[in-house]
């Protein structure tokens, strides 16, 4: 499905961002993992190749600009060509707004949307050449919110305007702009929340299952092919029916 395809994949080392990596590979795609620590994009790596899958990877600073735009002129240089770019890297948070310092808040805000803006923002002029697709991951928080981390809700908020936005700026350039919204989905991310904040939220899901990385991993694939050719400012939600 995205046979001659290049892609960028950011907090692509584990979870979702490593799934979707293996999904695009074995659709043909040419894949650039990015994560934030040489150790753990190393690791991926060497993950990756003992399944016979070879991906090459870099741990640029997001929130740096000019390093974020070397980046990209590097994979273009040696690729030729930027067709993907899914910005997957984010972080949670679970503390109440009394137990949030503005660092806190700050710190989400710099991976979960400021790291996508320069992400996009870089990969866009190549893009302008051949078209693209820029898939970006909101969450099924987006919609209805959460009872605390008010900072990753609001995040995510942000990930959909973004989303629907550019969709709109870009559609001339054929480039498609959508998003992925998850439902819970087992991964790290999930690992680090307290019981008592999971259980409740596993009650609501009509399907009856938390999701797996791969489901999401799946929904970036379609959005990522030509079979979606005609979906672009769509944030597409991939929870079991748990949003309300
Ligand atoms: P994870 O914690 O397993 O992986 C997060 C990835 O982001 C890692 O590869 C990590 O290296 C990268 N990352 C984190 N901080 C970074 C930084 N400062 N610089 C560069 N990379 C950084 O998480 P996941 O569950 O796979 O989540 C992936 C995406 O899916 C996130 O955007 C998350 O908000 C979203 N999401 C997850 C769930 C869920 O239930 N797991 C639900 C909804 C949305």
Known sequence: MLSGKVAIITGGTRGIGLETVKVFKLNGADVVLL??????????????????????GYYPNLNNPDEVKEMIKKIHDKYGHIDILVNNAG???????????????????????????????????YMKENGGVILNTSSMVSIYGQPSGVGYPTSKFAVNGFTKSLARELAPFNIRVNAVAPGITKTDMVASLPEEMIAPLVKTIPLGRIGEPRDIANAFLFLASDLASYITGVILSVDGAARS
Do not use: H
């Open 35 to 56: 994560g934030s620590k040489k150790e753990s994009v190393d690791k991926a790596i060497e993950t990756l190749k003992k399944e016979k899958i070879d991906v090459e």
């Open 91 to 125: 972080v949670s948070a679970k503390d109440s707004i009394d137990n949030t310092t503005y660092e806190d808040f700050v710190k989400i805000m710099d991976i979960n949307i400021n790291a996508m803006f320069n992400m996009t923002k870089e990969v866009i002029p």
